[in-house]
């Protein structure tokens, strides 16, 4: 899509008179910076709940909700990747600057405190370089452009991957280093990541075999999974609450592949079973398998776990409990095999599992959400607890300039592409 582009007669860096020239969006960035702030869409839009600040948007009430979108306090339309987690987001500016804001008692937004933040803050060791970040229970994980992976919060598992348990209120790397890091997922109080020798790493919590080395046994540094290889792709890991264990992981290999591992009481795992005897501690394809996968999502709490992919034809499937509509499937019945959402279509670019609910993208840049309701955190204007939506809908803002989503426990954090001009 173009810049949109508006009437004006300002005058260039070097003093000619634009008289009624067009100006393009990227024209006003450039010269105009203050001006281009004050008329451009931010990028940046969260609603859930508010509880711990987890919005940005300078409100930390333990109550309250939006059940609309709204932009963080830090503003701004150079918003490039966001992660939600357990009442904390992180995100990545075009600059490459690193924001983090909310819960904050383990140290995880990595500002040197144990501070809850309500508005988006720098980590202690800032830098203009961070590449991705992932948030999970209470910590946090990221990487560098340089490849380096860094992480911070709490450790009681091992989850920071330091070769202790030690909490970390600011960044550090892992005890296995390296400047080749691709990917990281960080999840209920255990990691994963993957090289960029396409090589699959996890570490932290392993009490139901989530980290896929064929024990139950934590682990303090980043190991290789059961399954070995060299042709991981993406991986990610399912945030649970801050009291859950009840975890498992999904990635998908450069073949199409798809893998889950972990914890099936609620059959997240797609492989045709569910119950506690039905762990998995290396993975294993799901039943349907195909080698067509292209994005995966793992979600869920306490009680109700689920996972969603998209395969390259674009349709989205969705699996595991859904008592509150987690899968879109219009019923609220377990599935213990992929299915695909009841909105159906081939259009579906990537999809997010928060704690209870989903939220996907289309290819038209719409943005569908689905699932439990009670803080608001399908953006459908309303917050009631009859307002679970069993299939996807449209959000109260609606707009086709969706260009990534991220679930997080009662919470949803978005970035629009930075194409629009308020008002026109």
């Known amino acids: 899509m173009p810049s949109p582009e508006i009437t004006t007669n300002y005058k260039t860096s070097d ?15 450039s010269v105009y910076p203050q001006i281009a702030n004050q008329i451009i869409t931010p990028e940046l839009w969260t609603w859930g709940s508010t509880s711990n600040g987890a919005l940005g948007n300078f409100i930390g009430s333990t109550t309250g909700a939006r059940c609309t979108p709204v932009t963080t306090l830090a503003g701004g339309s150079n918003w490039k990747q966001v ?14 600057t690193l924001w983090t804001w909310g819960r904050n008692s383990n140290g995880e937004l990595g500002d040197s405190t144990k501070t809850t933040r ?32 860094w992480m911070w ?61 064929r024990t139950s046994t934590n682990i303090l540094t980043p190991v290789t999974t059961f399954a070995g290889g060299t042709n991981w792709k993406q991986v990610s890991n399912c945030i649970g609450t801050n009291s859950s264990n009840n975890t498992h992981m999904a990635a998908i290999k450069t073949d199409g592949t798809l893998w889950t591992w972990g914890n099936n009481t609620e059959g997240q795992l797609g492989i045709n ?17 195909g080698t067509n996968w292209k994005q995966v999502s793992c979600g ?27 899968l879109g499937t219009n019923n609220s019945n377990t599935r213990c ?56 809908v449209t959000t109260f803002a609606g707009r086709t300039n969706w260009k990534q989503v991220s679930c997080g426990y009662q919470i ?13």
């Open 83 to 96: 992660s939600s987690g357990y009442r904390i987001m992180a995100a990545i500016k075009n600059d490459g």
């Open 273 to 289: 079973v569910r119950g506690l005897f039905s762990i998995r501690c290396t993975p294993v394809t799901t039943f349907i398998g």
């Open 412 to 424: 949803t954090a978005v970035i629009k592409t930075s194409d629009d001009l308020q008002g026109i």
């Open 153 to 213: 919060g709490g450790n009681i598992f091992g989850q920071i991957g330091d070769n202790t348990s030690t909490t970390r209120c600011t960044p550090v790397t892992t005890f296995a280093g390296g400047t080749n890091w691709q990917q990281v997922s960080s999840g209920s109080k255990n990691c994963a990541a993957i090289k960029t020798d396409g090589t699959l790493w996890t570490w932290g919590l392993n009490a139901y075999g989530q980290l896929g080395n």
């Open 337 to 392: 095999t992929p299915v695909t959402t009841f909105a159906g279509g081939t259009n579906w670019k990537q999809v997010s599992c928060g704690g209870y609910h989903c939220a996907a993208i289309k290819t038209d840049g719409t943005l569908w959400s689905w699932g439990k309701n009670t803080a608001g955190e399908l953006g459908i204007n309303v917050q009631t607890l009859g307002s679970n939506r069993l299939t996807p």
């Open 118 to 149: 309500s508005t988006p803050v720098t980590t202690f060791i800032g830098g203009t370089n961070w590449k991705q970040v992932s948030c999970g229970v209470d910590h946090i994980g990221a990487i560098k452009t340089d490849g380096t992976l």
């Open 15 to 29: 003093g000619v008179d634009l008289g009624k020239t067009l100006v393009s969006k990227d024209y006003l960035i």
């Open 300 to 326: 869920g709490n306490f009680v109700v776990m689920f996972s969603a992919a998209i395969k390259t034809d674009g349709t989205l499937w969705t699996w595991g409990s859904q008592a509150d509509g987690q």
